[in-house]
C-alpha cells in the first residue's frame, strides 16, 4: 500500500524560506507525475507544481519564480523549496503522485506571518 508522508511544514516569517519533503513508501512504483497542492481555509485545493518523471515542471502562476520543484527518482522522493513566502501562501500543503491512480499525503500547516 502506498503511502505519502510530507515533512518541513512549519511557521515563518514574510520573505523567508521553507523545504517540503515528501516520501513514498510501500512500493516500487516509479510515478509518472509527483508534486505540491495546497488548501487555504474557505479555498478549494489548487495546484502548486508538478514534475513528471522526466524533470517537466509545472507551477502555479503565484509562486513561478519563488518556489522550486525537484524529485529523486530513486529515492520516489519529491521536494518544494519555498522562498519569498509571503502570507497568501499559507494553507495546507499536500503531497501529489499519480501513477494509474491518484496518491495524496496527510498534508502539512505552512503558515507565513507578516
Known amino acids: 500500500q502506498v503511502q505519502l508522508v510530507e515533512s518541513g511544514g512549519g511557521l515563518v516569517q514574510a520573505g523567508g524560506s521553507l523545504r517540503l519533503s515528501c516520501a513514498a513508501s510501500g512500493s516500487t512504483i516509479r510515478f509518472n507525475y509527483m508534486g505540491w497542492y495546497r488548501q487555504a481555509p474557505g479555498n478549494q485545493r489548487e495546484m502548486v507544481a508538478v514534475?513528471?518523471?522526466?524533470?517537466?515542471?509545472d507551477y502555479a502562476e503565484s509562486v513561478k519564480g519563488r518556489f522550486t520543484i525537484s524529485r529523486d527518482n530513486a529515492k520516489n522522493t519529491v521536494f518544494l523549496q519555498m522562498n519569498s513566502l509571503k502570507p497568501e501562501d499559507t494553507a495546507v500543503y499536500y503531497c501529489?503522485?499519480?501513477?494509474?491512480?491518484?496518491?495524496w499525503g496527510q498534508g502539512t500547516q505552512v503558515t507565513v506571518s507578516s
Open positions: 514534475i513528471d518523471r522526466g524533470g517537466i515542471t
Open positions: 501529489y503522485a499519480a501513477m494509474s491512480r491518484q496518491y
